[in-house]
């Protein structure tokens, strides 16, 4: 199944709209993982089969390499 969700992506006009629930803050597409990354709340949002889940208890933190200060995430 991670297979076909990494295939999916995501509509480019759809990522224009899109904002970090938490921040409202800019998205960023990681291809590789299928999440929209906030770097302001420092949380990675999953697409599955193409719908991104903009739902903050459904996002990954964001590891140490890819942290963002505590501050930023409130």
């Known amino acids: 199944m991670a297979e076909r969700e990494a295939e999916v992506g995501v509509d480019p006009r759809l990522l224009e709209l899109l904002v970090c629930p938490l921040t ?10 299928n999440e929209l990354v906030s770097e302001q709340a420092g ?13 903050v208890e459904e996002a990954r933190p964001l590891g140490e390499a890819e942290a963002v200060p505590e501050e930023l995430r409130r």
């Open 43 to 55: 949380l990675a949002y999953p697409i599955r089969d193409g719908i991104p889940i903009m739902l």
């Open 24 to 33: 409202k803050g800019p998205l960023r597409w990681d291809r590789v993982r």
